[in-house]
Nanobody, 123 residues
Framework: VQLQASGGGLVQAGDSLKLSCTASGRPLRNYAWGWFRQAPGKEREFVGY????????YYADSVKGRFTISRDIAKNMVYLQMNSLKPEDTAVYYCAASRTVIPGTTSDNYGFWGLGTLVTVSS
């Protein structure tokens, strides 16, 4: 499966942004999906995931209540809605796919990665 994240850009603190992840090659429903991010000079960190059957989502504490992951099976796309953005949310955001039902928070659990999209939040 090939992935491509898009929708990044420059926004101000408090703004919203919606990232999209396009999946090609395999049906979206066969995978669990996660979002990760990597800020300049920092390691990649977990943002959130949606389980393979879409029954549950899980988020890092830093984004809980502000970010929401959803997916559109018909369009084979996954989304990351980001609200109340903060300067510390500035990072390159990556979508990733996992064959497991519950993919977890570590990047090793995800076998497929897309190119990231840059989100910059100004204060």
């Amino acid at each position: 499966v090939q992935l491509q994240a898009s929708g990044g850009g420059l926004v101000q603190a408090g703004d919203s942004l919606k990232l999209s992840c396009t999946a090609s090659g395999r049906p979206l429903r066969n995978y669990a999906w996660g979002w990760f991010r990597q800020a300049p000079g920092k390691e990649r960190e977990f943002v959130g995931y949606i389980m393979r059957d879409s029954s549950r989502t899980y988020y890092a504490d830093s984004v809980k209540g502000r970010f929401t992951i959803s997916r559109d099976i018909a369009k084979n796309m996954v989304y990351l809605q980001m609200n109340s953005l903060k300067p510390e949310d500035t990072a390159v955001y990556y979508c990733a796919a996992s064959r497991t039902v519950i993919p977890g928070t570590t990047s090793d659990n995800y076998g497929f990665w897309g190119l990231g999209t840059l989100v910059t939040v100004s204060s």
